[in-house]
C-alpha cells in the first residue's frame, strides 16, 4: 500500500459513514410513511411482520453497522494522526492533516496555507516521500 493509499482510508470509511447516515434517513423517511390499511379481509399469518417493523429492523441493523464504521474510524485516524506526527516538518504535517484527517478540497488548503496550488502538490509530494520513509 502507498502512502497515499494509506492516508486516503479514512476519507472512504468517512464516505461509507456518511452513506450509512443517509440510508438511516431514508428508512426513517420510509417508517414515518407507512400507512395503515384498514380491511375486513383476513391476514396472512405467515406474512411476517409489518413494513414499518421490518423498516425498524433494516434501521437497526445499519445503525449497528454505523456504529463499528465510526469506531473503526476513530482508530484509523488515531494511527494516520500518529504517522503524521511522526513526520519532522510541521508544515508538511499542516498539510497531510488538512488534506487526510479534515478532507479539504488542494484550492481551500492553498489558501489556508497561503501557496500557490503548484507549490502546494511539490510539497504534498514531499510530505508522501516522508510518510513512505516512516511506514517502511
Same mark, same amino acid.
Given at each position: ?6 492516508? $486516503? ?16 434517513? $431514508?428508512? /426513517?423517511? %420510509?417508517?414515518? $410513511?407507512?400507512?395503515?390499511?384498514? =380491511?375486513?379481509? #383476513?391476514?396472512? #399469518? /405467515? ?17 449497528? =453497522? ?17 504517522? &503524521?506526527?511522526?513526520? $519532522? ?15 479539504? #478540497? ?16 511539490? %510539497? ?9 520513509? &516512516? =511506514?517502511?
Amino acid at each position: 500500500m502507498t502512502a497515499k493509499e494509506y492516508l $486516503s482510508q479514512a476519507r472512504t470509511l468517512d464516505m461509507r459513514i456518511k452513506s450509512k447516515l443517509q440510508q438511516i434517513e $431514508s428508512l /426513517n423517511e %420510509l417508517a414515518t $410513511s407507512c400507512t395503515v390499511v384498514y =380491511s375486513d379481509m #383476513p391476514r396472512n #399469518p /405467515n406474512r411476517g411482520g409489518s413494513k414499518i417493523e421490518r423498516a425498524v429492523l433494516k434501521i437497526i441493523e445499519v445503525e449497528e =453497522s454505523l456504529k463499528h464504521d465510526v469506531e473503526d474510524l476513530v482508530e484509523l485516524k488515531k494511527e494516520i494522526m500518529a504517522t &503524521i506526527r511522526a513526520v $519532522s516538518d510541521v508544515e508538511l504535517q499542516t498539510l497531510l492533516e488538512k488534506r487526510y484527517l479534515c478532507f479539504m #478540497p488542494w484550492e481551500k488548503i492553498a489558501v489556508d496555507m497561503g501557496y500557490e496550488l503548484r507549490w502546494l502538490y511539490r %510539497l504534498h509530494h514531499r510530505a508522501l516521500d516522508a510518510v513512505s520513509e &516512516i =511506514s517502511h
